[in-house]
């Protein structure tokens, strides 16, 4: 089955610690996206990459880092300069860049402490 | 970054009761989405507006584009305990057509 899929569900990191969330899909999709959720806030969107080899800081870039080596992985580094990383981070795909239809993975909650 | 305003922000209702919501942005959007989200679990897109003024259903669920263009609005008919979830408006705008969200609307439904 095509989808979109985030490793791990569950994160747990000390403070100071950098770590990576995995999103893969084989929707052979061309863009993908990296959205946190915080409680009672909408979808705030951190990076995004509308080909491999490419992509762009979202409103919300400081202290995440990405990358784009193949078009079906795109993952996303939370690092210790990110002052307050615990939340939910939900991954996306779609067609094209901000095509209507995004698929969204099951998203990882990352809770430091 | 800019975000939509949405409300109610909850509602916590009796099954088979209509549940109204929307969204208003104080600048204009070319396209409105609706999507739910499951507990724990990722939106999944449920509607999409192209139009002003535009109605469209999926089911118990339908959405407008508001004539205006700043705002949009979901309806859902008769609610059944499996309703319950967050509704997400999100909108595009601009030559770059990025997706703006809304803060989402929390739907509890009770047998």
């Known amino acids: 089955d095509g989808g979109i899929t985030q490793s791990p569900k569950y994160l747990f990191r000390k403070e100071g610690q950098n770590v990576t969330l995995s999103c893969e899909q084989n929707?052979?999709?061309?863009?993908m996206y990296w959205y946190r959720q915080d409680p009672g806030q909408g979808l705030r969107l951190i990076y995004y990459?509308?080909?491999?080899?490419?992509?762009q800081k979202g409103d919300i870039a400081e202290g995440y880092s990405v990358s784009r080596e193949k078009k079906e992985s795109f993952p996303l580094t939370v690092t210790s300069a990110q002052k307050n990383p615990t939340a939910f981070y939900l991954c996306?795909?779609?067609?094209?860049?901000?095509?209507?239809?995004?698929?969204f993975g099951q998203g990882t909650r990352l809770t430091v402490v | 970054g800019q975000q939509l305003n949405q409300s109610p922000q909850s509602m916590f209702i009796q099954e088979g009761e209509d549940v109204s919501m929307n969204c208003t942005s104080s600048?204009?959007?070319?396209?409105w989405l609706w999507y739910k989200q499951d507990p724990g679990e990722g939106p999944v897109l449920l509607i999409a507006l192209y139009k002003a003024g535009e109605l469209t259903s999926n089911g118990r669920l339908t959405a407008q584009f508001g004539i205006t263009r700043k705002d949009s609005f979901l309806n859902i008919s008769a609610s059944i305990p499996s309703d319950v979830g967050i509704y997400f408006c999100a909108g595009q705008q601009g030559a770059t057509n990025k997706l703006i969200f809304g803060t989402g609307t929390l739907l509890a439904v009770q047998p």
């Open positions: 600048s204009i959007f070319n396209t």
């Open positions: 929707l052979n999709h061309d863009a």
């Open positions: 996306a795909s779609s067609t094209g860049l901000w095509y209507t239809e995004a698929f």
């Open positions: 990459s509308q080909i491999v080899n490419d992509f």
